[in-house]
Structure formats: structure tokens, C-alpha cells
């Protein structure tokens, strides 16, 4: 059984002002077309990054990766759909998902849009957990470096539930 921590570990005020941040790094470091989310968990995230860099030319499209389940350890194996419907052929791409943990969703979702013939692609997470990366791969936008905890709400779930709540929290077995 898990329960959330007594306070959230990221506040809703404290996500925005990173976002805002987040933005203006990569409207100044990298030219794109298109951004591509993994839901389901990235969706607010993408929601209020897209809002915020808020370009008129940028596409917005997104597939549904899963790797999980209803368990807190990644099963390794990354399971994508949506992909085959999208035309990103010489398109520069900026990657987003909500967070960075052994990078298996990452790198194959790299290796993915590169195979449709994407041209350039950059990587956006709202969370790095460093400790627990096996795959080769690092974001180039991070928002929030954190330890290895399980996080829950603003979009991240646990077993489909917590994703609507405002701020980040972490799951404490009990
Ligand atoms: P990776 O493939 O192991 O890097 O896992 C990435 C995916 O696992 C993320 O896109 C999340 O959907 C999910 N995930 C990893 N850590 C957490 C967490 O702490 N809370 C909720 N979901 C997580
Ligand atoms: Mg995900």
C-alpha cells in the first residue's frame, strides 16, 4: 500500500515558475517545429510548456508510450502507439515527457522519430532521475533534478490514479 507524502514535494507555483524558465532556455537554444508528447503523463506538463513558449508554427502532437503498468518499477519493455500516423519527416523535434527514470521510454522513442525521418531531436523532462538511469541517453531540458522517489500527480499517476492533482508528491509505502 502507498500513501502520499503529509506535503507535495513540487508546488503547482514552484512548476510554473520552472516552466517559465524552462521556456525561455529552450526558445533561445533551440529551433523547432513540432513537439512531440508522450502521454499519458506528460500531459500537463505539455499543456503549460507548449502555452509558454507559445509559437504560432509549432505543431503539437502526441503518442502514447507505456512502460509500467500498475507497478512503481519499469517493465523495460516501452510499448508506443500513434507514432505511425505522424509526418514528422525533416521536422526538428523537441521530445517531451515527464520524467527521465531509467530512459528506456526515452531512448526508444529517439530512435523512433529519428527512423521516421526527423532531422533534429532535442529532449524535454519535467523531472531527471539521474541515480536510476540504465539506458544511454540525457535530457536536454531538465526542469526539476530529483532523488530516486516515486512521484505522483501533476499528469504522473500510479496505477491510473493522482494524475489530475496540481502539484507533485511522492508515494510513501506504508
Ligand atoms: P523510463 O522508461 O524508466 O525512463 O520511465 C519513464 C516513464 O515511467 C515515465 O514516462 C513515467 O510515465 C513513468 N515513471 C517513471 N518514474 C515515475 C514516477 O516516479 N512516477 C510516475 N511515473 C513514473
Ligand atoms: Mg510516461
Same mark, same amino acid.
Not at 523547432?32 to 507559445?54: E, H, K, N, Q, V
Not at 515527464?98 to 524535454?124: F, P, S
Given at each position: 500500500?502507498?500513501?502520499?507524502?503529509?506535503?507535495?514535494?513540487?508546488?503547482?507555483?514552484?512548476?510554473?515558475?520552472?516552466?517559465?524558465?524552462?521556456?525561455?532556455?529552450?526558445?533561445?537554444?533551440?529551433?523547432? =517545429?513540432? !513537439? @512531440?508528447?508522450?502521454?499519458?503523463?506528460?500531459?500537463?506538463? %505539455?499543456?503549460? *510548456?507548449?502555452?509558454?513558449? /507559445?509559437?504560432?508554427?509549432?505543431?503539437?502532437?502526441?503518442?502514447?508510450?507505456?512502460?509500467?503498468?500498475?507497478?512503481?518499477?519499469?517493465?523495460?519493455?516501452?510499448?508506443?502507439?500513434?507514432?505511425?500516423?505522424?509526418?514528422?519527416?525533416?521536422?526538428?523535434?523537441?521530445?517531451? =515527457?515527464? !520524467? @527521465?527514470?531509467?530512459?528506456?521510454?526515452?531512448?526508444?522513442? %529517439?530512435?523512433? *522519430?529519428?527512423?521516421?525521418? /526527423?532531422?533534429?531531436?532535442?529532449?524535454?523532462?519535467?523531472?531527471?532521475?539521474?541515480?536510476?538511469?540504465?539506458?544511454?541517453?540525457?535530457?536536454?531540458?531538465?526542469?526539476?533534478?530529483?532523488?530516486?522517489?516515486?512521484?505522483?500527480?501533476?499528469?504522473?499517476?500510479?496505477?491510473?490514479?493522482?494524475?489530475?492533482?496540481?502539484?507533485?508528491?511522492?508515494?510513501?509505502? %506504508?
Amino acid at each position: 500500500m502507498y500513501k502520499m507524502s503529509a506535503k507535495p514535494m513540487i508546488t503547482a507555483e514552484q512548476i510554473q515558475e520552472r516552466i517559465r524558465e524552462l521556456a525561455s532556455d529552450i526558445a533561445e537554444s533551440f529551433e523547432f =517545429d513540432a !513537439i @512531440l508528447s508522450a502521454l499519458t503523463g506528460a500531459y500537463m506538463f %505539455t499543456a503549460d *510548456l507548449s502555452r509558454a513558449l /507559445a509559437k504560432p508554427q509549432i505543431r503539437i502532437v502526441f503518442i502514447k508510450a507505456s512502460s509500467y503498468g500498475d507497478s512503481t518499477e519499469s517493465s523495460g519493455q516501452i510499448k508506443v502507439s500513434g507514432l505511425e500516423k505522424i509526418d514528422l519527416k525533416g521536422k526538428r523535434v523537441l521530445l517531451v =515527457d515527464d !520524467i @527521465l527514470d531509467t530512459g528506456n521510454t526515452m531512448l526508444a522513442l %529517439t530512435h523512433m *522519430l529519428k527512423d521516421t525521418g /526527423a532531422v533534429e531531436v532535442r529532449t524535454c523532462v519535467l523531472m531527471n532521475k539521474e541515480e536510476r538511469r540504465t539506458a544511454d541517453i540525457h535530457a536536454d531540458f531538465v526542469g526539476f533534478e530529483i532523488k530516486n522517489e516515486f512521484v505522483v500527480g501533476y499528469g504522473l499517476d500510479y496505477a491510473e490514479e493522482y494524475r489530475t492533482l496540481p502539484d507533485i508528491w511522492t508515494l510513501e509505502e %506504508t
